[in-house]
């Protein structure tokens, strides 16, 4: 029964009053499941305020790890100098707070040369993510044809293992989004006829370990202490990635030291990735020790010694990997917290990063090795939700992650291939991690 004075609501009042009910409860269902709690955000937002900061790389440590390396010649494949090398190296690592494993790989030598035993080291610092970093650089020296003949092992074999090193000190002040991997190769220079062989005994290891599956980035870093530094651009290694490095070259000052125009395909141990199709690697290498034709006049001889190295060459290299890092760390935890709840990537963090970009980076119209020149602007990025486009008219930086970001290309291994690691392995089978 009615109340007096009070008509009974209609309906159509009713349905639509339930309606809004129910969007409303839903709506606040929504949000209160997307949004991370107070702490958990303020957590996430520290840490992605505070990078590696690359002026804390020191030159001077790095030096003094490229000497003490050097020290122990020769140091092939098998010697005691390689073995004394790794206890350094390893002692060096457990200090810094790396969990170190030792690894154990035999390989059969061409033309009936028997088994060469190598024994590479991994030490790993675990971040936020299971998801990997991964750092590679030889530890042992080229062994020459002549019997009574060292290779002091300074630039190659030694220079990029003395800047990883300092990288696990400053790395080692923070939990960082992903978890970095250090890899200490042998026998990548043990034979020119079988090169690599150390890189492609890790690639086999970590295949096995399931760890090459959620590996985000691949950088593989050798022959950087020359007092003449200049960092080839490769035009095998992933666009993407690489470019993060010449970025944090030129705003940190330091693009004299990295090829500016043109490209180079050099061998190097990053080869062993892109064979094995992990397109997400980068080298960063410098392809002429002392002028002339690849390899230069004082590769793999006796005059690869510290007084044709500097600590400068280290200290470059060992910032802008540092800084190049973190760009493309950030990055990727953008991109996976698309995958979580794509609400939480806007067009105005693509805005801003467009914008932070003020410099373009160009590259030749042209080159001897066929890349085409900076990249378009994109329509819209595949990372961001279907109606939130970026205007055609922005800018687009060469070699930002942009229109093919997390696209699987179908390019070969010296095509540029594009794969830039915009989920890993678990999210891609539907298991998202942190």
Known sequence: MAVSGQQPPRAGTLRRSAAALASAFALAVAVSCQAPAAGEADDAASR???????????????????????????????????????????????????????????VELPDGGGALELQPLRATRAG???????????YTAPR???????????????SGAAVLLELARIRSRAVHPYSLVLAFVDGDAH???????????????????????RTRAVVFVDRVGDVDLQVVRDLRSNRSFRDFFWRSARDLGLQAYFQQEGFETPAAGHLAFLAHGHRRSVALVDTRHGGGQEPGAWARSPQDTLEHCTPTSLGVVGRVIADGISRFEARLARIDRFARAPAAVTVADERERHAAAAVPLTAPASSSAGEQGAVQPAASDPALPAHATVAATEPEVDGEPGADEGVPSDAVPGDDAQDDGAASSGERDGDARN
């Open 144 to 158: 020459l044809e002549a019997d009574d003949a060292v290779d002091p092992g300074a630039n190659e074999g030694a």
């Open 128 to 138: 936020d993510s299971a998801d990997v970093i991964l750092l590679v650089a030889p």
């Open 48 to 106: 992605a305020a505070a990078p590696t900061d690359p002026a804390d790389f020191d030159a001077s440590r790095a030096w003094g790890h490229l000497e003490q390396l050097v020290s122990f010649a020769p140091r092939t494949s098998g010697s005691d100098g390689a073995r004394r090398a790794r206890a350094y190296i390893e002692e060096q690592l457990v200090a810094a707070g790396f969990e170190v494993e030792r690894d154990e790989a035999s």
């Open 191 to 213: 034979l020119s006829a079988a090169p690599f062989i150390g890189s492609e005994a890790l690639v086999g290891l970590l295949e096995k370990e399931g760890i090459l599956d």
